[in-house]
């Protein structure tokens, strides 16, 4: 199992830890991903998963999205859906013309893959003034929408591999010089969106003025030599697990000569950004919003 793999498998198992999804649902998708019995079980223990028929802990109540919750930052300019010429055929994604662009920004969807969530993060992008991207890495199975249920989305990613997802996402670069030309380009990403920042930003593409991965796993052995970004890495103060790679990311940037910083936001767990998830923090959500739109104003419109 490569370090994606086992991450996307550690959220399935934390969202049952955190009562997001039953128990039978994270096996069912655990198996999808590749894990038997034995091993998806053991995951969902170390994890703190309940055993079927109980109750989540008392300090991890049963968790339901956020109905109502209020995104950060300004209302969204309306997306397109696109495609565009890809390393393996035709790719897909929404797109936010900014009126006047300061920049382009690369949108990088989180494990459920493009959604309404992330379309609306483009549109906040373009109403600051960036022409924004978000692009479906998985176009090659037909888009997101094609997978149906969040377990068959999980178990495509996890079956695609790095080099993939790096070719991928450069030709979404590529895409959004022709839109945007001239402009600085940068990209941001959320949870496993976050490790293809991380990805893409160790993947030798020299375009990127800037990066912002929020709370996204390190690829291991990451090398920065090959990129000039300026890197804002975003995390939560709970989110352990992403948390374990934050001084290895410092470390591997420091080295590379990156203008960086990685910013801690207390009380806030993993996916605190989603406004449409039971870990939404709207308080730690704003700080990072008005983080990320600074650093972009300074590297990408600046």
């Not at 309940?50 to 300004?74: F, L, Q, W």
């Not at 309306?78 to 920049?103: D, H, V, W």
């Not at 990613?157 to 839109?179: I, W």
């Not at 940037?253 to 203008?259: E, M, Q, R, S, V």
């Amino acid at each position: 199992m490569t370090p994606f793999q086992r991450y996307l498998a550690e959220e399935v198992a934390e969202d049952a830890a955190d009562g997001i999804i039953p128990r039978r649902e994270a096996l069912s998708r655990l198996a999808l991903l590749g894990l038997g019995l034995p091993a998806a079980t053991a995951l969902l223990a170390a994890c703190g998963a309940p055993e079927e028929g109980a109750e989540p802990a008392a300090s991890a109540p049963a968790a339901t999205p956020a109905e109502g919750a209020t995104p950060v930052g300004p209302a969204p300019l309306p997306t397109e859906e696109i495609t565009f010429a890809g390393p393996a055929g035709q790719l897909m994604g929404s797109f936010a013309a900014a009126a006047t662009p300061r920049g382009g920004v690369l949108v990088v969807h989180e494990n459920r893959g493009l959604n309404d969530h992330t379309r609306s993060v483009a549109g906040r992008l373009a109403a600051e003034g960036y022409s924004a991207l978000a692009i479906d890495l998985l176009s090659r199975e037909g888009g997101t929408a094609a997978l149906g249920e969040p377990g068959n989305v999980s178990a495509a990613l996890s079956d695609a591999t790095p080099e993939r997802f790096s070719a991928d996402m450069k030709a979404g670069l590529d895409e959004l010089e022709r839109r945007v030309p001239g402009a600085k380009l940068g990209a941001v990403g959320f949870c496993f969106g976050g490790g293809m920042v991380w990805l893409l930003l160790s993947s030798g593409e020299p375009r990127l003025a800037a990066g912002v991965p929020f709370y996204g796993p390190l690829p291991e052995g990451a090398d920065f030599s090959g990129t000039e970004a300026a890197v804002l890495g975003i995390y939560g103060e709970d989110d352990a697990r992403v948390n374990q790679t934050r001084d290895a990311a410092k470390e591997a940037l420091d080295k590379a000569g990156l203008t960086n910083e990685l910013v801690t936001y207390p009380g806030a767990g993993h996916a605190f950004f989603n406004e449409t998830g039971s870990r939404y923090n709207p308080e730690a959500a704003g700080q990072a919003y008005q983080k990320l739109t600074e650093w972009f104003g300074e590297h990408l419109a600046g």
